[in-house]
Structure formats: C-alpha cells, structure tokens
C-alpha cells in the first residue's frame, strides 16, 4: 500500500471510524474543501479544521458505530478515489428522520485531494437513496 | 491525457452519449461485471456483450438525449475512477415514474476496470435520490 493510501485508510478508520478528534490536525489541512457531496449539509463549503470537526460530530451522531470499509483504491498524482461500504446503527435523529435502531448499509465513492501528507477537500457521491428506504421501510423490512 | 483515460473519454461519449451500438466490440470486453450499482437492474450480473448492449438501450431510454461529463479521472493500474456530472431530459417511462419532460441532472462515480484496452466491468454509485426528487417534484420545482 502505498504511503498516501495508507494515510486515506487511517484516516477512514481513526477519524470517520473512531471519531479521534485529536488526530484532525494529523489528517486535515488548514482548509478542506467539499467540491460535490449531494445531500451533505456542507456540500459546496470550504472548511476551516474547527468547522471538519464540527462536521464529523454531527454526522457521525447519526450512526455513532459507524465503519467504512474501502473496496478499492485509485491513486493518480494527489489524488486518490476510494471505493467503500458503510455500516452503522441508526441510534441518531436525522431532520424527518428519527431514530429507528436498524443496522444499516450503504456504499459510496469518493475522490480525495491531498495537499502533502493532509487531507485538502473531497468529491463525493453516497447511495442516500438507498439509506433512505432503509430508515423509512416498514418494519418488517428492517435491516434491509 | 494517458491512452486508457482517452477511451474511457470516448466510452462516455460514443456509448453512453451517441449509442453508438458497432462501436460495442470496440470498448467491452467478452464479459462485463456490474460489481456494484444500486439502483441498476443489473446489478451484481456479469454481461455478454449482447446484454450490455440491451442494459444500455433500455437505460438510454428514459434520456435518449443524455450525455456524462468526466470532471476528475485517476488511474491506477488496471483501474480509471470517473468523477461525472449527467444530464439529460426525461422523455422516457420508468417503473412509477412516468416520463415529465424535464430536464435531469445528476452526478456520480464509477470504477472502471479494463483488460487490455477493454472494459470488463464497473463498480458504481450514482445519486438516484436526487435524480428521484427531480422526477417526482411538484410542477413549479421542475429542472431544479
């Protein structure tokens, strides 16, 4: 694995995984800038490193166990695409979405910028579609 | 840009865009994995190229118009990541979402894997929620 890629898997493990707030710095540079990410409530913003947190707390709040796993990585000059499957419990309240406990699943793409050995910004497209059907099935359906 | 990003260029164009089926031999291979799409009936199958050609005619029908925008591309090995914006005007019925006329954008990531200078498969997530919003929004929200 080549240094950067094991950078962009620490980081999914120990940031979006673990929620270790005092490795932001180690992680993401002095901006972070957020190029496409549909659905997300900061799509489109430029980040300073307290705003990545505040981020990360809230986001996370929705599936507090939360893990991505990368399937697949492409690294081209500062950038690397990774591939990945999400889990989580849905224990948080999402705006029209309440908590309902369920397990669920998801998978996602995105492209990270790199400036150095930090994180700079992201492209990003989530299956929200299929978290969405996940959170509102009947019950029966619960974990699908 | 390197030889494998200029066909994937031109895949996008001249398959997605133009269905330009005699071309088919040309940019797939025998056989095509659908790793990962949700979404996609074809999810999980792997294709002859007689199937490809009927995934494609059957999905460039809801926008016979439609065309994909490479806007970041990172090769690694075996593997092109395609960062794409998508538009096109829904002209064409899907099951409970019946043609509006309207005009559709959408963005996405795939994963293409080649084998020689063909493409054998894709892993793939597009955001279905946001293309399913601008299919069933109220008449005044149209083209948003």
């Known amino acids: 694995m080549s240094p950067r890629k094991q950078i962009l898997h620490d980081f999914l493990h120990r940031i979006w995984g673990e929620q270790d707030l005092s490795a932001i710095p180690e992680f993401i540079a002095d901006s972070y800038i957020i190029h496409n990410d549909p659905g997300d409530p900061w799509d489109g913003r430029t980040l300073s490193r307290d705003e990545f947190r505040n981020r990360l707390t809230t986001s996370r709040s929705v599936a507090p166990d939360q893990r991505f796993t990368p399937v697949h990585m492409t690294e081209d000059g500062d950038r690397i695409a990774v591939a990945w499957t999400w889990e989580g419990t849905h224990l948080g309240d999402m705006p029209g979405l309440p908590a309902t406990g369920r397990s669920l699943r998801m998978t996602g793409l995105t492209i990270y910028f790199f400036e ?8 990003q497209v989530t299956d929200r579609l299929g978290i969405y059907r996940q959170m509102t099935a009947p019950d029966q359906n619960s974990g699908n």
């Open 116 to 123: 150095g050995n930090r994180l700079c910004g992201h492209w």
